[in-house]
DNA sequence: ATCTACATTCTCCCAACTGT
DNA sequence: ACAGTTGGGAGAATGTAGAT
């Protein structure tokens, strides 16, 4: 006869159509007669890990005692996303008092009762907020798809290196990867205990699917003395930057980027200009870093076109497309 | 190395206030 | 009544500490 592990992931799955998986969950440090009347599983449906709570004696079952031994139950299993009882049959009166507390069951061969299947069945409620698909990207997150747009890398990366080349710490480099896993915009995949990042299906595909997704890097404008700004800080950005790239010409202000961590000391200090002077230039206030992309002291193509893609004037429009185009150019150009 | 949970800082928006 | 400013609060983005 089969066990009731099994019973139970082929029932569930020929009802609801899901993954199960499960196994048996040695129940350390779990009180002796707990024990005896729980066997204890770590289940997997769906990506989600739940607490599998078999009755060895259905009988005796009482669901209002069960209820105050529950967090210790859920203590031995670490986190999950949920938790079931699994019986191999219930008499009808217990039955309906579970159903009553709202506890999840699974009779396998006879009967679910389990309301959030498929959502979240929350022991707690996690208040961890799961990356949206289709939300606009977090900084962090575009400027990793971009890092790799601009130095045309398609091998691995880590999320380690990441944090060294973009200046993020490690946690926001594994939000970025959840971000972009739930967005189906790359690759992620576990090598021993790292988690390295590729796009396997090429960076045209990403630029395709990513651009809709991103942002203008661009948070705030404001005019200021260009004197007043420390030089190493700037990047070239905006209209200048596209001049400096195409047969644009220079706009009469200068426009200069600047990352946060360079602007936060001088945001007190300096005083916005209402009107253009000469010695004013436009100072775009960033998102996220621009140096990390720019090269000659020119802020990156793909953040400048996120920067300008709205602008209605034509003559803007017909250079960036081009520029694009360009880029598009050199990744299948010669060798395609 | 990465994740969970909590802390901190930053952004953005709207309502209330100001002066015209 | 209206435009413009301000300030405060909610929520987003990132960081820190500690567990695994």
Avoid at 142 to 165: K, W
Avoid at 212 to 230: F, H, I, S
Avoid at 236 to 255: F, I, Y
Wanted: hydrophobic share 40%; net charge neutral.
């Amino acid at each position: 006869m089969k066990t009731l592990l099994t019973q139970f992931q082929t029932y569930l799955n020929s009802m609801t159509g899901l993954q199960v998986e499960g196994r048996p969950l040695t129940a350390a440090g779990l009180p002796h007669y707990l024990g005896q009347a729980y066997a204890l599983y770590a289940l997997e449906i769906e990506g989600r890990s739940v607490l599998g709570i078999a009755l060895r004696e259905p009988e005796g079952f009482q669901p209002a005692q069960f209820e105050k031994q529950l967090p210790r139950l859920l203590n031995v299993s670490g986190p999950v996303d949920g938790y079931c009882v699994i019986a191999s049959a219930l008499s009808g009166y217990v039955r309906q008092r579970l159903i009553a507390r709202r506890i999840p069951m699974v009779i396998p061969g006879r009967q679910i009762n389990w309301p959030m299947l498929g959502a979240v069945v929350e022991p707690r409620s996690s208040d961890k907020p799961l990356p949206v698909p289709g939300d606009p990207l977090k900084p962090a997150t575009q400027l990793v798809i971009l890092h790799a747009l601009n130095s045309g890398e398609t091998q691995p990366v880590t999320a380690r290196a990441l944090t060294q080349t973009l200046g993020y710490t490690p946690m926001t480099m594994s939000r970025a990867l959840d971000d972009i896993e739930a967005n189906n915009l790359g690759r992620v995949t576990r090598v021993g205990r790292e988690r390295q990042l590729d796009f396997p299906d090429g960076l045209p595909a990403l630029w395709q699917r990513a651009q809709p997704l991103m942002r203008d890097p661009v948070r705030d404008t404001v005019r200021v003395w260009k004197e007043a700004l420390p030089e190493q800080a700037l990047y070239c950005a905006g209209e200048s930057a596209l001049a400096r790239r195409t047969l644009l010409a220079a706009p009469n202000e200068p426009v200069w980027a600047i990352g946060r961590h360079a602007w936060k000391p001088l945001a007190k200090t300096l005083e916005p200009i209402p009107i253009p002077e000469p010695g004013a230039v436009q100072l775009q206030l960033w998102r996220y870093e621009p140096g990390v992309l720019a090269s000659d002291g020119v802020v990156d193509p793909f953040s400048l076109y996120l920067n300008l893609r709205e602008t209605r004037d034509e003559r803007i429009q017909m250079e960036l497309d081009a520029m694009m185009e360009e880029i598009h150019g050199q990744r299948t150009g010669p060798l395609s």
